[in-house]
């Protein structure tokens, strides 16, 4: 038996179909895509629908910026061994993996200061989730530091080290 | 070497198959966001292309193992199986190369597999399947 070209392109066919209907059908979805290219895209962008939900990234030098004024208070978005282990000077730890907006210490924060969240390098997306989980909950200036800890480390800025 | 035409062994290899791809494709399905990051995370792709891929490609994995399980369109389903295979190889194979230590996203939230020579393996072990169920096809027909 040949292989029939029609079946094949019928199957794709069949596939894109459903994947658009599904997406279609399902509330918002492609915005909820939209919501992480957001991310990577804060800075140049001007016509998003949703503003609330863009979350602007920022470099070492902007980190430190804000570290060195005192401005900002550094979430880490990673496990708490890893955190107690070593994390930023002077930062807090908020798991992203059980993240709850009743948390005692999410309710202590005040909404309208600025908060950086990180997590170990680029390649995670921990604190890019935790971040987005923030400002759902209301918290107004959240940036992810997107280079992470393994850069602040290698630059040899201050750290607490157990 | 009967027992590689035995039908139940054929039938076996092809159930294999399927599961394998279904449930990639249910878990991708389910947890869309973080599929959409881990194709990000290749640094291959430009939003909109990654975007596409996680509109389809679960949905095409999903329908793939269902009619192979079902038995139908067998050799054009093995023939996208094959390819996606490739294709998946080349992308880790990449990734690798560029020393990003990532998950390699195959199946969405539930099971987090880095990005490795091991995936590469596994990858490479479904291509024979597929492979070798495409090339005796015939055979397994006679069999049955």
């Known amino acids: 038996m040949n292989i029939n070209y029609k079946n094949i392109i019928l199957i794709i066919f069949i596939s894109i179909t459903t994947g658009l209907l599904f997406n279609f059908y399902k509330n918002n979805n492609l915005l909820g895509y939209r919501v992480n290219s957001d991310i990577e895209n804060a800075a140049k962008s001007d016509n998003y629908q949703d503003k609330s939900k863009i979350i602007r990234l920022i470099n070492t030098s902007e980190a430190k910026d804000f570290f060195n004024k005192n401005d900002a208070l550094f979430i880490d978005a990673r496990d708490s061994w890893e955190f107690s282990d070593s994390h930023i000077l002077n930062s807090i730890n908020i798991p992203e993996y059980n993240y709850n907006p009743n948390n005692p210490i999410i309710k202590l924060l005040d909404k309208n200061g600025i908060y950086i969240t990180y997590c170990s390098a680029d390649d995670c997306d921990l604190s890019r989730r935790l971040a987005t989980k923030l400002k759902t909950n209301g918290f107004k200036n959240v940036f992810v530091y997107s280079e992470g800890f393994e850069k602040w480390i290698e630059l040899r800025y201050p750290i607490f080290r157990k | ?144």
């Open chain 2, 1 to 144: 070497m009967k027992f590689l035409t035995n039908k139940y062994f054929l039938f076996f290899l092809r159930f294999l198959l399927g599961i394998v791809f279904i449930f990639a494709g249910i878990e991708k399905i389910n947890s869309p966001n973080s599929f959409f990051n881990s194709i990000n995370n290749y640094k291959i792709f430009s939003d909109y292309i990654s975007y596409s891929i996680v509109l389809i490609l679960p949905w095409l994995e999903l329908f793939i193992g269902i009619l192979l399980i079902f038995n139908k369109y067998i050799k054009e389903c093995l023939t996208i199986y094959m390819i996606l295979l490739i294709l998946f190889n080349i992308l880790v194979f990449s990734a690798i190369i560029r020393g990003l230590n990532i998950d390699c996203g195959c199946y969405g939230n539930s099971i987090n597999v880095k990005a490795s020579y091991t995936k590469i393996a596994e990858n490479f072990g479904l291509f024979f399947i597929a492979l070798y169920l495409f090339l005796y096809y015939k055979n397994i027909t006679m069999n049955e």
